[in-house]
């Protein structure tokens, strides 16, 4: 798993590099959405990184059944999709959507 992020960490550099971009133009509370992807981008870092440390370290019956929030948070849990990750990152998604959805209007309707 940390493999991967590792090989898209340059996607989501540039996502938070646009962050600052939203920030400037449209001010801090349009640029939280990417705040929130760089908080679930952390929580699952951090849950892979932990899962890992687990599996190394010869887990117990209980660190097994500890593990399952862990799990979730990356998709591979008992938890129902869309999940509480999915419905967070389609929320901001949106708002990135209705903060843009204007400008890419006004744009096309000068054409």
């Known amino acids: 798993m940390t493999e991967r ?8 550099a540039n996502l938070d590099r646009m ?6 133009y449209f001010g801090k509370e349009a640029a939280k959405p ?6 679930i981008y952390a929580d699952i ?7 890992i440390q687990i599996a190394s370290a010869n887990p ?11 799990r979730n948070i990356l998709g591979w849990g008992s938890r ?3 999940d ?14 209705q903060t843009c959805r204007p400008i890419l209007a006004e744009r096309i309707s000068k054409r």
Do not use: G, W
């Not at 992020?5 to 989501?12: Q, V």
């Not at 870092?45 to 899962?51: I, Q």
């Open 60 to 70: 117990t019956r209980q660190d097994r059944e500890d593990e399952m929030p862990l």
């Open 5 to 12: 992020l590792a090989r898209e960490h340059e996607r989501f």
């Open 84 to 97: 509480e990750i999915d419905v967070k990152l389609d929320n901001c998604l949106k708002n990135i959507e």
């Open 19 to 24: 962050r600052y971009i939203f920030d400037a």
């Open 34 to 39: 990417f705040e929130v992807v760089d908080e």
């Open 80 to 82: 129902k999709r869309p």
């Open 45 to 51: 870092v951090s849950s892979a990184e932990t899962l």
